[in-house]
């Protein structure tokens, strides 16, 4: 069966674009040309890109669903768009830069509905590789404050040490399956009931943390999350936008919320925190006088408005 199955749909595969014609068009080749013996439809919410994405998206696959919100909702609001148009019982939300090399779908679809009682499952990911075929980050630890705190001077010890230390758990994937806290959100397959259940994303972020929320939430109404490595798809990882400075400012006013809503408890330590390391973002010589007080400016605003 394929994307269009008038009968039933097993997986409503989703993307969100911006300005990403090239790859998004990439991976959609990469879905229809690996993915055999699935019922699914595919659904792309474009975040109104100016390169022409819809007219090509269009062009090359008329039978893909383009919803235009005629504005960049961002990663969250633009997903809960898609899934609240999709037909299928599962979700599959997918980044526009990844490729799939395999029946991924079809081996995730499987998997899922078989161990989804068993094991509770919320978000299933699977491994995911760069383009050399090497692992990469496919899931992890909930951030929490104290892991933050203890996090940023470990990283500036590794930097002159050249060592590798965190309070993040480090994953080899090597199982079949391994429970982890929270699926990264470049490939995350979860039934649409429990996407609903939640709510979905929440809206009030826009890029960022968004996936990491949505876990911690079902996480807490008994769901377990989990990455399989009986299949792999390729994350090109940052294809879609470069590290700039509105990109370092969405990154962290994100983060802020997720500890607000989430670690609420602490945010006061978190917020003292941040005030007490403010000289030290003026050392990220990477960035200019500038964007490093634009970056201070723009932290110190969001946690006060919390």
Known sequence: MGESDIYTIGVSVIFVNYNSTDMLIESIRSVKRHTHHASYELI????????????????????????????????????????????????????????????????????????????????????????????????????TIWRYIFDNPLRVLNKIFKTNKSTFKKFSYNDTLTKVDMVTGADMFLSKKSFDKVGGFDERFFLYYEETDMEYKLMKLGYSHYITNITKIIHLEGGSMSYSNWKRKIVQNSQTLYFKLNHSKFFLLYALYEFLITPIRFLQLKYSFKDNLDFVRSNIKNISNL
């Open 44 to 143: 792309v919410v474009d975040n109104a890109s100016s390169d022409g994405s819809v007219e090509a998206i269009r062009e090359s696959f008329p039978i893909v669903k383009v919803i235009e919100p005629n504005e960049n909702l961002g990663f969250g609001r633009a997903n809960n768009l898609g899934a609240k148009d999709a037909k299928g019982e599962y979700l599959f939300l997918l980044n526009s830069d990844t490729l799939l090399i395999e029946n991924s779908i079809k081996k995730l679809y499987d998997f899922y509905i078989e161990n989804e009682e068993k094991l509770h499952i919320g978000v299933l990911g699977c491994t995911l590789v760069d383009k050399d075929l090497d692992l990469i980050h496919s899931g992890g630890d909930f951030p």
